[in-house]
């Protein structure tokens, strides 16, 4: 009993957080992590049921996967959004240094 009680308080913690961050930072994330996000908290509250009802939810299998492919399609935006930045940083650095030895060089 006690576990259901966490564990139900830690999914509505995962749906508020989730959907803070998608309300208060959607112009900063991209389209597969807003969408992770948004199917990571409606998977996430969907699981309450199923964490109650010991398998006998309506939401019972699809709940679940909502919330894993969330995380999926949010871990993904994210790593490939910082993936490119990094790529661009190091390009930025190369041009950089390029710059500045020919700057020197009369």
Known sequence: ????????????LVTAIAAIIVTALREELNECERAGL???????????GVIWEQRQSPFDGWAVTLLTYGVVLFLGGYGWRKLRHHRANVIQK???????KAKDKP
């Open 1 to 12: 009993m006690i576990w259901d009680i966490v564990n139900s308080f830690g999914r509505l």
């Open 38 to 48: 948004g199917l990571m908290g409606a998977g996430s509250f969907l699981t309450i």
């Open 94 to 100: 190369r041009l950089s240094a390029a710059y500045f």
